[in-house]
């Protein structure tokens, strides 16, 4: 066990808001661009925070991608409820097309037409910040997407838009804040920088389902996904063959352990502190509609689609008032876990530690810890049961 333990302190976090120090979810990676991905976001300076969306640079002309109905039919999930919930999205900067973007991408779906409402960090329909420019395209890329999985994965639902003044963590988190107190019950981030800050008091409102992306860079954890009142949420490749989808890690999925004390009811036995992830859902080979900065329809990978897709599954069960963080993952009974979560059994991430090597933080399927792993955390929905 201290064997363990010590292992696991190899290559996690690094730094926090405020400091140099950026995550690991945000370092360069040679396997993202080896498997035909791009980084949108990659913001250096100190306390600020980057998206988590990739772009597919040879992706097939048309609509290519995994659409809307591989993801209701994959998890099962129940498309005729989720009206009244409120799914609130984060991020920074303006994207003046996003309820243009979205309308042609669920009309293209079947999805209907969309209650959406955009908000600046304020909280008001008014006074959005600058639109997203130079370095910071990304984010809009980001925003398009991040409306979009909600849609895809929960049609009914109303989406809040709370675009940021910057990608700064504290325009972020004031975001974040506002949304909690304007009465959203599901929050999705796709973003994280730093890590292992103590100050995430804007993610503890009571009543409020927190969720982040796990970022892009294999092992290792970022803000705000290792708070312990936010769901970890990992990334899977989700492929089909015939009617059958089949799952396996996504292998530049965050994962691993996180400098931030770990909570009572994560009980792995490998790592001191929180450990991520709780769950996961597909981050790769993604359809998305967006024409600013692009010109239509691209193909997107990353965290930054698990993270709304299941943001958008949380309100389908409207379960926020009576859950916060990943919690329901690591209490659910073995035969619920069996029933409404679908175990990822093989596939790991990139960039784990030497002394990780097969362990159930970078692998799936190892029998280590039950039907847990660091990537995966305890699996993908099959329908609403465990959230």
Request: aromatic share 10%.
């Amino acid at each position: 066990m201290a064997l363990g333990v010590a292992a696991c302190n190899a290559g996690g976090s690094f730094g926090v808001p405020g400091t140099a120090a950026q995550s690991v979810g945000h370092l360069p990676s040679s396997h993202l661009e080896a498997t035909g991905y791009k980084r949108l976001c990659a913001d250096a300076c100190p306390g600020y925070m980057n998206c988590d969306v990739l772009l597919k640079t040879n992706a097939e002309p048309g609509v290519p991608g995994l659409a809307p109905a591989d993801f209701q039919a994959a998890y099962k999930l129940p498309i005729t409820k989720g009206a009244g919930q409120v799914v609130a999205i984060v991020d920074a900067f303006d994207n003046p097309n996003v309820a243009s973007d979205l309308k042609v991408y669920r009309k293209n779906f079947g999805l209907g037409a969309a209650k959406v409402s955009k908000f600046n960090q304020l909280g008001q329909k008014k006074n959005y910040p600058s639109k997203c420019a130079g370095s910071n395209l990304g984010w809009c890329v980001e925003i398009d997407l991040d409306v979009d999985m909600v849609s895809a994965s929960n049609p009914l639902c109303t989406i809040w838009l709370f675009e940021a003044n910057s990608n700064n963590g504290n325009d972020l988190y004031a975001a974040v804040a506002r949304a909690a107190k304007m009465g959203a019950h599901v929050i999705s981030n796709s973003y994280g920088g730093g890590g292992g800050s103590a100050s995430y008091g804007d993610f503890a409102k009571k009543g409020v389902m927190y969720l982040a992306s796990a970022g892009d860079g294999g092992y290792g954890m970022q803000d705000p996904v290792d708070y312990d009142t936010v769901v970890s949420v990992g990334g899977t490749q989700l492929s089909k063959v015939g009617s059958t989808y089949t799952e396996k890690v996504w292998p530049d999925s965050g994962a691993g352990r996180s400098v931030v004390t770990k909570p009572s009811w994560q009980h792995d036995p490998k790592c001191s502190e929180r450990t991520g992830n709780d769950v996961s859902a597909v981050a790769e080979n993604v359809a998305e509609y967006d024409t600013f900065p692009y010109c239509g329809w691209i193909v997107i990978g990353g965290t930054s689609v698990s993270s709304p897709l299941l943001g958008g599954v949380f309100g389908l069960a409207g379960n926020a008032s009576s859950h916060q963080g990943g919690k329901p993952f690591w209490t659910l009974t073995s035969k619920n876990r069996r029933r409404y979560l679908h175990y990822i059994n093989s596939g790991g991430v990139v960039n784990c530690p030497p002394s990780l090597s097969g362990s159930y933080l970078c692998v799936a399927g190892t029998g280590e810890y039950k039907t847990y792993s660091g990537p995966a955390g305890w699996g993908t929905p099959n329908g609403i049961g465990a959230f």
